[in-house]
T-cell receptor, first 116, second 114 residues
Framework: EAQVTQNPRYLITVTGKKLTVTCSQN?????MSWYRQDPGLGLRQIYY???????DKGDVPEGYKVSRKEKRNFPLILESPSPNQTSLYFC???????????????FGPGTRLTVL | GQQLNQSPQSMFIQEGEDVSMNCTSS?????WLWYKQDPGEGPVLLIA?????ELTSNGRLTAQFGITRKDSFLNISASIPSDVGIYFC??????????????FGKGTLLTVNP
């Protein structure tokens, strides 16, 4: 089944304790992205990656890191989490190719993170 | 970054009623997308629009790409309880190159009373 998976789905942690949220897609998509969703603010892009070893900042990158060593994986790293990073996080991927295919981003199920 | 103004923020309707929501942008977009997010899940694409003036339907859903390329609307006809969820518009600016970045609206929370 074609899908985007995220782990963990739920995480409660404490300020300053480094954590990684994994994202993996099995659709051979070039483009991957991380979003955070907060009440009243909608979806905001954190980082994105156009392909392996190519990453760039989105609208709210502060406090986050990413890497894209393999095409299928795009982990989100919080080196020193803070309470304002408590949020619902989504990973998404989309294929490159025709004009009509790269716009459809497939989203993962989400990771709910709480930083105490 | 670019922001989209999506309205209304929330709607409470009776089953069977029609629904309309819209998004506006200060920039010209070359793509408009509409997503639905069910509780506890990620957004799922409903309709994609690629040309100014384009009107596209998907079952009871109809969306249009505004002529000015700065707005889009989504209509849902004869709503049913499973239409409940958050609806997001998303747009891609006409910036050229291979910029895949989408900008999302803040969402419209739809509640349907049976």
């Amino acid at each position: 089944e074609a899908q985007v998976t995220q782990n963990p789905r739920y995480l409660i942690t404490v300020t300053g304790k480094k954590l990684t949220v994994t994202c993996s897609q099995n659709m051979n998509h070039e483009y991957m992205s991380w979003y955070r969703q907060d009440p009243g603010l909608g979806l905001r892009q954190i980082y994105y990656s156009m392909n392996v070893e190519v990453t760039d900042k989105g609208d709210v990158p502060e406090g986050y890191k990413v890497s894209r060593k393999e095409k299928r994986n795009f982990p989100l790293i919080l080196e020193s989490p803070s309470p304002n990073q408590t949020s619902l996080y989504f990973c998404a991927s989309s294929p490159r190719g025709t004009r009509f295919s790269y716009n459809e981003q497939f989203f993962g199920p989400g990771t709910r993170l709480t930083v105490l | 970054g670019q922001q989209l103004n999506q309205s209304p923020q929330s709607m409470f309707i009776q089953e069977g009623e029609d629904v309309s929501m819209n998004c506006t942008s200060s920039s010209i977009f070359n793509t408009w997308l509409w997503y639905k997010q069910d509780p506890g899940e990620g957004p799922v694409l409903l309709i994609a629009l690629y040309k100014a003036g384009e009107l596209t339907s998907n079952g009871r859903l109809t969306a249009q790409f505004g002529i000015t390329r700065k707005d889009s609307f989504l209509n849902i006809s004869a709503s049913i309880p499973s239409d409940v969820g958050i609806y997001f518009c998303a747009g891609r600016e006409n910036s050229g190159g291979s910029n895949y970045k989408l900008t999302f609206g803040k969402g419209t929370l739809l509640t349907v009373n049976p």
